[in-house]
């Protein structure tokens, strides 16, 4: 069903009818925009979390605690 679905004039053609649609000045935006939302789909997928804390981060700072009080 998909085979071939990916050809360079496809390619093309899609790409010229972004263009027309956004505009030149607002690819860049959109392509970073792009980018980013993949690489956190990426970080989500693989259980990085830069908000989340580790076990071991909270058990050093439960240690930490247990040694100062």
Do not use: Y
Not at 7 to 32: D, E, S, T, Y
Not at 49 to 55: F, I, T
Not at 57 to 69: A, L, N, P
């Amino acid at each position: 069903m998909f085979e071939g679905l990916l050809q360079p004039m496809h390619l093309l053609v899609i790409f010229v009818v972004v263009l027309l649609v956004f505009g030149p000045k607002n690819l860049p935006a959109i392509g970073k925009g792009l980018g980013e939302s993949i690489r956190e789909f990426k970080k989500a997928i693989n259980g990085e979390d830069k908000d989340s804390v580790s076990r071991s981060e909270i058990s050093k700072k439960d240690d930490e605690r247990k040694t100062t009080d």
